[in-house]
């Protein structure tokens, strides 16, 4: 929902401050030669009404040039009516007949726009912040044909992207920015071009949505990860079972391989002192680890007994 802020922005007047004149040395230097002439004939016939004709001509001189810069466009009108563009460069004007109504600036202007608390189609808020890139291609119908082409560009830019959350998914609007940039340039510039503008391109900055959602989200990407290595666990232990399963096999019919076997686990299991290590009664009936293991158990005593007597009472080596 739009704050008051916003409603008494929108109330003001859509009407931009008119230009502010261009101030060249050709009118300059027309002021200051009729001032000059009128100045140096009051001087010769000691009148002081040549210097204010001077003054008065050279003021309606210094209105009739202009100057547009490389990138401007004039629109002239001439008692009202349309008499064409002028520039780049020094044209000239009839003074109180004619008027420069409005600069056109032709180069690539940026406008940010934004959507604040708009619902996705699957009643999500979100704030959106985006970037337009675009220019005047027909200065002619910028000037003629709206009252304010920049003004209007930035909310045709504003409600399209409204138009485009309200009818787009919120994962569509996170995932798949590429498409909902190049909808919105197409959308802007169909409603741009008949004021004689043009879009170059439209970037989304920012998506900002709900901390509660994010919170969720958060959530359920933990989840579906922990689901992803759950399910990768249990396809390597299916893979351990099938190679147990061959090697089942090859043990099967060599009882040397298996008691070799057999005796590599108990070195696994007992190559530390003290180690304990239990053993299923199914292996040690299968594997003939119980005399294995017997033989292990005396052989770790008599080093432990070969220890205890090679020390002193105090615990000293003998």
Avoid at 73 to 84: D, M, P, W
Wanted: charged share 20%.
């Amino acid at each position: 929902m739009a704050s008051p802020a916003d409603a008494a922005e929108r109330s003001k007047t859509t009407r931009t401050p008119p230009e502010t004149p261009h101030l060249n040395v050709v009118s300059i230097f027309l002021f200051a030669a009729s001032f000059g002439i009128g100045l140096a004939v009051t001087v010769a016939t000691d009148n002081a009404v040549p210097v204010f004709v001077g003054m008065i001509v050279g003021f309606v001189s210094a209105l009739s040039p202009k100057v547009a810069q490389q990138w401007e466009r004039a629109i002239v009108l001439r008692l009202g009516n349309y008499t064409g563009l002028r520039g780049p460069g020094l044209f000239w004007v009839i003074p109180g007949v004619d008027q420069v109504s409005s600069w056109i600036d032709q180069r690539i202007i940026t406008t940010s726009f934004a959507a604040e608390e708009s619902l996705t189609s699957d009643t999500v808020p979100v704030n959106v912040d985006a970037v337009l890139f675009w220019l005047v291609y027909d200065p002619e119908k910028a000037a003629l044909e709206v009252q304010d082409y920049k003004l209007a560009v930035s909310w045709a830019a504003q409600t399209a992207l409204r138009d485009i959350i309200g009818r787009t998914p919120l994962t569509v609007l996170l995932r798949g920015r590429e498409q909902i940039e190049a909808e919105l340039q197409k959308l802007i510039d169909e409603r741009s071009n008949p004021w004689g503008v043009t879009v170059q391109s439209v970037e989304m900055r920012d998506i900002v949505i709900p901390e509660s959602l994010q919170d969720a989200m958060s959530r359920e990407a933990q989840a579906a990860r922990e689901k992803e290595a759950r399910i990768i666990l249990g396809q390597a232990e299916v893979e351990i079972a099938h190679l147990f399963e061959q090697a089942s096999k090859s043990y099967e019919h060599n009882p040397t391989a298996l008691h070799l076997r057999a005796m590599n686990i108990l070195y696994e299991g007992l190559k530390e002192k003290g180690a304990l290590m239990l053993v299923p009664s199914t292996a040690v009936e299968s594997m003939g680890l119980g005399g294995l293991m017997g033989m292990a158990a005396l052989r770790q005593q008599t080093l432990s007994n070969a220890d205890a007597s090679s020390k002193g009472p105090d615990g000293a080596v003998v």
